[in-house]
């Protein structure tokens, strides 16, 4: 398949997350014939699906020119006591579809997360050797470990991924709700990551998918899409109240070990984005950058 066929049909697994839905509008925007699925949380236009046993089925009956796998279980203190749970849902559930991507010879793209490192030297690279310290960091490493050998395959990892209008979960719908309510808001201080901006992610993934740089013969088959910026979820917050004209006092970090967080977080993560850089052609990629395109929405949802 052509890198201009691509877009033509694809499908987005997990479409009523952020991530997915970002993904929906971008496509929906470019006139691709899309389609997507929500386990738990009806979209317009969107098929109800449980990868439990039903994701081949539905391929087969879709036939997808792409497939984007957004789903998964994410929530990383919930993950650490469910290890059994976490498993069948990130790596068994992935394997079916994994093999119908193999059998019809069509790309996959696969979302990974900076909790695959300990957080001792970040930001790190494509190449630097994982070591997860939680359950959910090893699932994704498993699951990465299932769609690596596939032929055709892009391996996108990500960190603190905020938007607004795809979900209601994101650390930047938490910051707007405490702002908005003037209620304190308890941040861990000390752990540092490089954020991703959904809608930014879905455009650019979506370019390099376009012209064949990613998910084809000889190209990168792991990416690390970020800011170039290590930021704390007290600056992320004291820079959103600043734009909005929002009291940051109400902001306050705490070290990890006073939150007592169910499962190890990695302190120093992030991801270095230099291979991405390099394909896109730009010398940065700014969280300022980010937070100015998102500025308007992020006013009018402060107003709602």
């Given amino acids: 398949m052509s ?17 997915g839905g970002a993904f929906l509008a971008a496509l929906r925007a470019r006139g691709a014939a899309v389609r997507g699925t929500y386990r738990t949380q009806p979209g317009p236009g969107l098929d109800p699906l449980d990868l439990a046993g039903e994701g081949a089925a539905y391929l087969d009956s879709v036939a997808p020119s792409l497939v984007i796998l957004t789903s998964a279980l994410t929530h990383v203190d919930y993950c650490e006591s469910h290890p059994e749970e976490t498993h069948e849902r990130n790596v068994r559930q992935l394997e079916p579809i994994v093999a119908w991507c193999g059998r019809a010879g069509v790309p996959l793209v696969f979302f990974s997360t900076d909790y695959l490192f300990d957080g001792r030297e970040g930001p790190y690279d494509e190449d630097t050797a994982p070591h997860p310290l939680n359950v959910y960091g090893r699932s994704k490493l498993e699951g990465e470990a299932l769609v690596r050998a596939l032929g055709r395959h892009a391996v996108l990892r990500i960190t603190n991924v905020f938007d607004i209008g795809f979900d209601v979960k994101n650390f930047l719908i938490r910051c707007l709700d405490h702002l908005r309510q003037r209620k304190p808001l308890i941040v861990p201080g000390d752990q540092l990551a490089t954020p991703t901006y959904a809608t930014w992610l879905a455009a650019e993934t979506l370019d390099l998918l376009a012209r064949g740089a990613i998910a084809a013969p000889g190209t990168p088959g792991v990416l690390h899409l970020g800011c170039d910026e290590m930021i704390s979820r007290v600056d992320f ?32 993560g992030g991801l270095r984005n230099d291979r991405l850089k390099r394909l896109l052609g730009v010398a940065a990629i700014r969280f300022d950058d980010a937070l100015a395109d998102l500025t308007p929405r992020l006013r009018e949802a402060y107003r709602a």
């Fill in 3 to 19: 890198a201009s066929r691509v877009l033509a049909a694809p499908v987005i697994l997990g479409a009523s997350g952020l991530v």
């Fill in 237 to 268: 917050a004291t820079r959103v109240a600043a734009i909005l004209g929002a009291d940051a006092s109400i902001v306050e970090g705490k070290p990890t070990a006073e939150l007592h967080q169910a499962a190890p977080r990695p302190l120093m």
